[in-house]
């Protein structure tokens, strides 16, 4: 722990941070693409019952988290990975970075949220869903009607309308590419994606980022996530959350050791952690689907048929399938200079 | 004297003067900043380059396949792919290029396949440490597998590193990279030509009229230097953006795209262009405008055949720096740019969005290129300068001129009114509850522990890596430049010196960044314990920013006369000591510049630390792009503005320190 001079000067903060380093034993450096308000309560839940083990966070969008990874491949950094696109850690798979580890309790869990493998790879912890974040205030503006399917959003009234994220670095973006080409079938979908960006006024790095611009009224509708959505109505954006009738893309949040590691027994113990009840619940602030059965509880301002409308996801198309698919987007969407 | 009359000298070794405990001392120093150079800049740089000739390339030759009948028993032959391939075509050459994360189907080379079919496969690799996947399971040894047809169509081949130009040829036959350059170019040209072309005349208003409040336009035309090219952008977001305040003024058009990034990159290169044109007109001969009057040019002739050669120098100057500044500037087209693709914004897509760090280094070398080709042309410009002042001249004093004298003014006032309503913009859009549905204030955006970025400790560690960057940046710069300009002989080494002292200045910052990481990031480098740590951003920050302090110190240590180090040799005193007890603090006033000038750069610079910081080391600025990215604005906003006001304190308290040492140390500079 450092004792930078300015944290002095913050009495309290610094007790509290002195406070915390008498106890601390182990650091565990943890990547995560969780959203960055939710870090500091994941983790003093974590330390209510293992004081000694203080988190580092490292936390970038879900792209540049994997980047960061494969590209330290060889001089790995980090020691877990707590909250990263399932896809993403099958890609990590594929390298051989992960530490297989079957925490204690995992039977527990929906075995759709664990890796196939045993011991398994990666644990699940929750889903995050597609969803169309819809500024009703600005679309009343505009004279929008609102949409209610996918395809509903290539119709000309949109034109400029549409945020979404850049599916080469956000998680959230391939999500939606890559449910739309498993729902419609590789011609359908790409003629899909033709027609809808038409409409779409820009592409975004993040994928919380088109939902955060409809709710400032930037753009009236964002490609986001249903999370995203309903907190950002919480915080008192006219939104509407809009479930796509054909179906919504979705990926889920998960959990592994690093390969290498110098702290396996404390991060065996994070793992451990991160399948428990009490961590699921935790996760069931946010995400209406948590891999624990029976725990979800309703959350506020998330659409009701949410769960029915998750497609059947297929995660090895997705993680196999992810340099071909970006590289086909970016061929033909991302050259056009002129957001028209 | 003829040749006949010189003595031929006896044969031997040519005679050298012995090297002094001195000079050893010297030239051991130089050589050891100069090694700091090569290993902070050259190295990670050739680490680069040779990155961008490293591809993937599918090796089919090195996988082999058997094949069972109908029975799922009697396999054939062991095939390579490669075979299989050369008989049926199924792929060509230029879709065996892949990127790292690049995956081959391998149904494709069976054309009869169904994954009902009751066929087996068995599949190896030919060599160890052959990749395939099955699923998501790698597979390495040579070992055969056996695999159902279900099975058998996961099968995944894995690149292999290979050498050659591979990604320079998939760089220029994809449109939607290659597309960037001409937009770069572009976008870099319009900016330059408006931004001096403004400059110009806020300088001339300023050196060349009797205006009021020439101070106070000095100081506002400063401002953009203190805060990083992003705030610009999102100062604009709120200007014109679909919510803007001033939205009607773009008739529709979209702020996101080339208009945002003109104006943006007009705002913050302002100040460089006006510093630079500003000197040029400074001095002026009064004889040459005289001359003019007497004959009867026009003051729009005398403007034209007087005051703009006067300062053609400065000009040109100003435009080359204007056009590197934008060209290699990543902030700003990173958050206002919307679809139009730059450069510098590239070379992040494809390292951070995509992982793909060798199509990074490809686009970091074509982005070299221009900046390289600027900066060369500027140095030529510059060394044909020659003195515009000789002794007889009389300075040019301007007359009142009341016409002329307030629409300068009234010009001035609409360029500080740009700026400072750009700043204010940024300011209020930060106190500001919701935008643009709840006006009222809060300090909400200030909270940026719940945001992304890093929060206030990214503050802090600013602030630290700019105190660090300023002290120990200085003193490597002063100390190397003192070296290079005192020291005797050893002129190889003295000039080799001066080429990589110029070099950083011609390095865009988003390369300089990416070529630290592959070099630093290397476990086979002794020196890869820097990576992640507070140590790599200083070093890397006061290697991007060495020239101009390089430059600083050498014009300051040019007004010293050699005859110092005489009179110190005949004295018998080391050179050392002549250099702390005469040397530095004769120069203070330089020094002060150079640490202030490395204070703020290090405060708004985000393009070389962007691919550099780690979770305990995220700095401010990184927190403002990081933070306009996941699409909380105004607390970007208001992180944004923390900086500007605490370069501004910077600004002030170096002010107030300089009047200080100055008044202590440089009195023997008046009478």
Redesign the interface.
Known sequence: M?S?P??KILGTVAAFAFATAAYAETEL?VYTAVE??DL?RYAETFNASHPDIKI??????T??I??KL???R??P?ADVIWGLAATSL??L????MLEAYAPAGVEALDPKFVDG?NPPAWVGMDAWVASVCYNT??AEKNGLTPPTSWKDLTDAQYKGHVVMP?P??SGTGFLDVSSWLQMFGEEEGWAFMDALHGNI??????G??????AA????TIGVSFAFRGAKSKA????LDIIVPSEGVGWDMEATAIVAGTANLEAAQKLVDFTVTKEANEMYNTGYAVVAYPGVAKPVEHFPENLLDKMIENDF?FA??????I?KEW??RY??????K | MTDAAVPTPPSGKPIRGKLSRDDIIMRGSMIVIGLYLLVTMALPLYAMLSKSFSTYTFNLGAYEVQVSDETGANFSEPVSFAAMNAEMGVVSDSDLIAGSDGRLGVTQFFPDFSFRSPVMYRVRNTVDGGRFLVGSTLNEGTDWTELDSNTFRRVQLRPEKATGLGNFQAYFSTPALSNSIKNSVIIALISTVITVTLAFWFAYALNRSCMRFKGLFRLVAMAPILVPSLLPGIALVYLFGNQGMLKELLFGASIYGPIGIVIGSVFFTFPHAFLIISTALAISDARLYEASVVLRASPWRTFWTVTIPGARYGLVSAAFVVFNLVITDFGLPKVIGGQFNVLAVDIYKQVIGQQNFEMGAVVSVVLVIPAIVAFAIDRIVQSKQVALLSARSVPHAPTPHAAKDWSLFAFSSLIAVFILGMLGVCQFAALVKFWPYDLSFSLNNYQFDRMDGGGWGAYFNSIKMALLTAVIGTAVVFFGAYLVEKSNGFKTGRMLFQMFAMLPMAIPGMVLGLAYIFFFNNPENPLHFLYGTMAILVICTVTHFYTVSHLTATTALQQMDREFEAVSASLKQPTLKLFTRVTVPVSLPAILDISIYLFVNAMTTVSAVVFLYSPKTSLASIAVLNMDDAGDIAPAAAMGMMIFYTNAAARILHLVASRGIMARTQAWRGR
């Open positions: 450092s930078k300015l944290t450096t960055a308000e500091a580092n966070w490292v936390r970038d969008s792209g540049v994997t980047a494969l590209a330290e060889d001089n950094q099958l890609l798979k594929s390298e051989g493998d205030v600005e850049n080469a670095s006024a820009r592409y975004t790095h993040s919380s980022a088109p939902c955060k611009l400032a009224g930037e753009t915080a008192g954006a006219p090895e993680a196999n399938n992810r340099a071909a970006l970016q061929g991302d050259g056009k200079s002129d957001p």
